[in-house]
């Protein structure tokens, strides 16, 4: 059970004093300063300057948590000791210790305790420097290979649990010679059956900065000061583990060991840490401390374990006053072992050691250590030796006085830490399959697929199967154990075919790819033209009678010049030169709408991945809605009025023209990516293809290849005629008309014209409507829809409506249908075939430009949806 804390003076204090600095008397330091009050004056010796402040015995009850301290002290050296029997520095102040029952578990041997020292001498010049509360131990050692002089106890068969470094000074093995003034001397009241059976010991580091449990984490330029001003008390919390045999007593050996020397001439009380040379603190670097890096090393079991060791090895040295090149230079060498994750001692190369910039008395070494062997999760230290480049030896300097058996080693500061080790091993890595490296992903159909998987990979192992399903239906149709290129014939259609690898440990990755055989298209109407390709051409069939399904009038008077676009609830989307961007609904109703301002305006809305709505206008601003007409964000760009249709890609980017001659990308914010200038209007938006170059025309004459990073791949001077569309890009080439009554076939890789065919002297604003046999479809303002061969350019058949089509665009279902409006006010389907009319239908509207509407739409549920220059909207369904 856990015993209540219980406070326990110290019973008798005999001080051990040691002068460093040649003293007279072993019984009381020198007060001599050997310095001159020059304050940039120092001596640095070995161990010269270290003082035992004190030593006791400490026995702790198993039953009854009662310590008891027993002053260490012997019949052939007596300290000056009236100083400490004389109130207020009786015994009974000088040490304590406090026992935290709460935290303590004494029947498995673990005791937290606070020890508090009070400085012995009080209001005097002998401030203390790295002053070490030193546990020594009887538990079994493990001993050092890079030197064997030096043993110590690790968990769990260790006494301190929480140490802040471990030192050699005041052990009792080393300091043997008996009657000597360091001989290791055991008082009376001492148990003299003890043997501690370590050179090194761990410590707790007592100074004014540091709280009782607060990290080994000190400001150097307050260089771990002890002051001998009221209240001149610190106190440090310990966590000692003792062997569980009920047998045995609590027992250990305790040590404070500090640093000093005389302060400068000139200084007077109350002394701080500047009335002192550097030399007052220890010449030994003082601190230590081991940083994971991102470790991989591992224990799964006995027969599973490995890994690697990735450190940062700190050390820091207050003693580096800038007289040496830098604080690596105090340093001979580092050396880290460990008893069980690698065999030999490694001598770290301080080549690659970094000054610390904000902390010079610091330096930082990368240790990297490959291949560990860790015999468990826990318990897998790290022994980490920092010797001295300057003083050869740790063994006491006392000037005059020989004969001694001093002991002897390097000058260094150790420190012990626990590896981190996980329990799980690295598992093994997944392969990579990349299916990229397939061709061609599109063509005529039938079309010839070369199924190549070569690009994919295993970073840890080796692929051991490669499996193809070519239609993407679950099955696997294909597979081996070679990255094989196997080819497989595709109808006309879109397809996904899927690529399937499997490594040596049978993981496996699988990786899809779209193959577009002939010109298919996918359903729905997000953007205008149906998709980025601004083909105007959808799978779903559309109405082949007349039947009204629903008119809209809402903004009657106000002309809706925009396109059409159709979100996934079947609504209709488009701008009206009343500033108002519109939703309305399946029954006709207006779902939302929201004002943005402008005046004949054309500028389509655009449904983002997430159904978000984007609508530009003449005002040169671009605005962003959620689903429901919720304003996001609105961004001015300042580059002219946005035109035509917005293109939003699969990552969200968004892709517009300006008429002030700029194409624009922007991150997903709004915020802009690129723009590129094209010097003349640019008023009907961007095209984009399967592989991200974007297209573009404007006024000049010109038609731009462009790609993702905003760089000109090409540019084609196609005529000198003004262009109102943007190209329509078809399975093998692109499509575009001009003001001069010429269509146009440009080639992909180099913008050249393929072919060009002039159709009358009118002009040509529509956009052409790109079908899967190898037709286009075009309306011209000499009144007629033209049907074109897509290789030759050759008129296959036209249709005379009754009046102008001008910048009503021509659709395409998946029926064999193709719809269009006239500036009479005639709506008209017809066969795309043939040319021959399937329905018409007359709006009762009209003027020169009563259809204006710059595209209908096809939704998913078989409605053509179209506007017109009195404001009201239109929708065919059959019944």
Request: glycine letters at 10%; a negative charge.
């Amino acid at each position: 059970m856990k015993s209540a804390g219980i406070l326990l003076p110290a019973l008798l204090l005999m001080m051990m004093v040691v002068s460093c600095s040649g003293g007279s008397s072993p019984a009381s330091p020198d007060v001599t300063p050997d310095l001159t009050s020059d304050h940039s004056s120092r001596t640095v010796s070995g161990g010269g300057e270290r003082i035992n402040w004190g030593m006791w015995d400490i026995h702790i009850d198993r039953e009854s948590g009662v310590a008891e301290v027993v002053p260490e002290r012997g019949p052939n050296f007596m300290a000056n000791v009236v100083n400490f029997l004389h109130p207020p520095i009786s015994p009974v102040n000088l040490l304590t210790v406090q026992i935290d029952g709460g935290q303590s578990d004494l029947v498995n041997g673990y005791i937290v305790c606070d020890v508090t020292i009070r400085h012995p001498f009080p209001g005097t010049k002998f401030a203390g420097f790295d002053v070490m509360g030193i546990v020594l131990d009887s538990y079994d050692s493990t001993t050092f290979e890079s030197d064997p002089d030096i043993s110590v106890s690790l968990q769990p068969g260790t006494l301190i649990q929480n140490p802040d470094g471990y030192t050699r000074w005041w052990n009792q093995q080393e300091f043997t010679t008996t009657g000597t003034l360091l001989g290791y001397i055991e008082g009376p009241l001492a148990n003299h059956t003890f043997d501690a059976m370590n050179t090194l010991n761990g410590f707790k580091y007592f100074c004014d900065e540091l709280e009782s449990e607060q990290e080994f984490d000190l400001t150097p330029e307050l260089r771990g000061f002890f002051s001998s001003e009221d209240p001149g008390v610190n106190t440090r919390r310990y966590e000692l583990q003792f062997p569980t045999d009920p047998n045995l007593k609590f027992y250990f050996k305790y040590a404070i060991s500090a640093s000093w020397v005389a302060p400068y001439e000139d200084a007077e009380a109350p002394f701080v840490q500047d009335d002192y040379p550097i030399s007052a603190n220890m010449a030994e670097a003082y601190r230590i401390n081991v940083f994971d890096n991102g470790s991989t090393a591992y224990f799964e079991n006995e027969s599973t374990y490995g890994g690697d060791l990735d450190l940062f090895v700190d050390v820091w040295d207050w003693q580096f006053d800038g007289s040496l090149s830098n604080v690596q230079d105090e340093y001979l060498e580092i050396t880290i072992e460990s008893p069980t994750l690698f065999p030999d001692p490694i001598i770290i190369d301080l080549v690659d050691a970094s000054v610390d910039v904000t902390n010079t008395t610091k330096i930082s070494v990368p240790v990297y250590i490959a291949d560990v062997t860790p015999t468990d999760i826990v318990n897998q230290h790290l022994l980490v030796t920092v010797k001295s480049a300057n003083i050869d030896t740790y063994e006491p300097q006392i000037p005059g006085l020989t004969g001694y058996d001093y002991p002897s080693g390097p000058l260094a500061a150790y420190g012990i830490f626990e590896a981190t080790i996980t329990s799980i091993g690295p598992q093994n890595t997944a392969p990579v399959a990349d299916a990229s490296a397939t061709e061609p992903t599109s063509g005529d159909a039938p079309l010839d697929v070369n199924f190549d998987p070569s690009l994919s990979y295993d970073t840890d192992g080796t692929i051991v199967l490669y499996e193809w399903d070519f239609d993407g239906d679950g099955t696997y149709d294909w597979s081996g154990p070679n990255p094989d290129v196997v080819m497989h014939t595709y109808e006309e259609g879109t397809h996904h075919p899927v690529l399937r690898v499997t490594d040596n440990d049978d993981a496996t990755d699988t990786d899809e790819i779209e193959i577009q055989a002939g010109c298919y298209s996918s359903p729905g109407w997000r953007t205008f033209r149906h998709d980025n390709m601004r083909t105007g051409r959808t799978s779903t069939f559309g109405p082949v009678t007349n039947n009204v399904k629903f008119t809209w009038d809402e903004c009657a008077g106000s002309a809706i010049m925009s396109g059409i676009t159709i979100d996934s609830q079947n609504r209709a989307l488009f701008r009206a030169n009343d500033g108002n961007v519109y939703c309305v609904d399946t029954d006709g109703m207006t779902a939302w709408s929201y004002y943005v301002g402008g005046t004949w305006d054309y500028t389509t809305p655009s449904i983002g991945n997430d159904e978000s709505v984007y609508v530009g206008g003449t005002t040169g601003v671009l605005y962003k809605f959620d689903s429901e007409g919720n304003y996001e964000w609105e961004q001015n760009y300042g580059l002219g009025a946005i035109g035509g249709g917005i293109a939003i890609q699969e990552d969200d980017t968004i892709v517009f023209t300006t008429h002030g001659g700029w194409l624009v990308k922007t991150f997903p914010d709004g915020s802009v990516d690129w723009t590129f200038s094209t010097g003349s209007t640019m008023p009907d938006g961007p095209s984009i293809g399967n592989d991200g170059t974007i297209y573009v025309a404007n006024h000049g004459g010109r038609v731009y290849a462009v790609d993702q990073d905003g760089g000109q791949v090409w540019m084609t001077q196609v005529g000198y005629n003004e262009m109102s569309s943007t190209p329509s890009l078809g399975p093998n080439a692109m499509y575009i008309g001009d003001w001069g009554g010429n269509v146009y076939c440009l080639e992909y890789d180099d913008g050249g014209i393929k072919w060009q065919t002039f159709l009358s002297s009118a002009s040509i604003s529509s956009f052409a409507a790109v079908d899967c046999s190898g037709h286009i479809y075009i309306g011209s303002r000499d009144d007629n829809l033209y049907c074109l061969d897509q290789e030759t350019g050759d008129v296959i058949w036209n249709y005379l409506t009754c009046g102008d089509i001008g910048t009503m665009s021509p659709v395409l279902d998946g029926n064999g249908h193709v719809y269009t409006g006239s500036y009479c006010g005639w709506f008209y389907c017809l066969d795309a075939i043939t040319g021959d009319l399937v329905w018409d239908y007359d709006t009762g509207i009209g003027g020169s430009t009563a259809m204006y509407c710059k595209s209908p739409a096809l939704a998913d549920d078989g409605t053509i949806i179209t506007g017109s220059n009195a404001g009201i909207l239109f929708a065919w369904q059959d019944e």
